[in-house]
T-cell receptor
Framework: NAGVTQTPKFRILKIGQSMTLQCAQD?????MYWYRQDPGMGLKLIYY???????DKGEVPNGYNVSRSTTEDFPLRLELAAPSQTSVYFC?????????????FGQGTRLTVV | AQSVTQLDSQVPVFEEAPVELRCNYS??????LFWYVQYPNQGLQLLLK??????LVKGINGFEAEFNKSQTSFHLRKPSVHISDTAEYFC?????????FGKGTTLSVSS
């Protein structure tokens, strides 16, 4: 009964480094999302996907890339890490469609860029 | 465009007191509303949701919320809080393909 699994839980990056945040779900959900959470700002949508092979930008996509080659996986890529990307990142999934957007969240990845 | 505003960033209360966390929404179409809770160092967990039907929605852990279309509100209430309710609470609205979240309200329950 894993739900949404994110790895790693914590990571420290140096400015300019790159990394991939992994996200996997085992609920056969069509929709997957990446949010970032900053103190006092709530959650901001970075990217989302409505199915394998389909991705789209959210509110704050700059500096990030995603891919969705399978239904289960939705990795988030940071190419050139910047201090502004220090945040907690949450992956979520949902069945999709109106009235089915109840999202199930992973435990988060706490990223620090120094 | 849909949006939500959480009117209080922090709400301190004493144990066994009632609490209300306020949320107003903006939407020009049919609205689906959610409350999520985030305990320290954890992901978000669904408390309750309003999709249609009865305007009073009951959720987990004794929480309930009332959908008020005329006041565009979806306030969260609990008649008697416990120390374990200390957490951050997020109101969210469905926006087509994703949820739009408010900035959150930190509920601090003390004895």
């Amino acid at each position: 009964n894993a739900g949404v699994t994110q790895t790693p839980k914590f990571r420290i990056l140096k400015i300019g480094q790159s990394m991939t945040l992994q996200c996997a779900q085992d609920m056969n959900h069509n929709y997957m999302y990446w949010y970032r959470q900053d103190p006092g700002m709530g959650l901001k949508l970075i990217y989302y996907s409505v199915g394998a092979g389909i991705t789209d930008k959210g509110e704050v996509p700059n500096g990030y890339n995603v891919s969705r080659s399978t239904t289960e996986d939705f990795p988030l890529r940071l190419e050139l890490a910047a201090p502004s990307q220090t945040s907690v990142y949450f992956c979520a999934s949902s069945l999709g469609g109106q009235a089915n957007t109840e999202a199930f969240f992973g435990q988060g990845t706490r990223l620090t860029v120094v | 465009a849909q949006s939500v505003t959480q009117l209080d960033s922090q709400v301190p209360v004493f144990e066994e007191a009632p609490v209300e966390l306020r949320c107003n929404y903006s939407s020009s179409v049919s609205v689906y509303l959610f409350w999520y809770v985030q305990y320290p160092n954890q992901g978000l967990q669904l408390l309750l949701k309003y999709l249609s039907g009865s305007t009073l929605v009951k959720g987990i852990n004794g929480f309930e919320a009332e959908f008020n279309k005329s006041q565009t509100s979806f306030h969260l209430r609990k008649p008697s809080v416990h120390i374990s309710d200390t957490a951050e609470y997020f109101c969210a609205v469905e926006a087509g393909t994703a949820l739009i979240f408010g900035k959150g309200t930190t509920l601090s329950v003390s004895s």
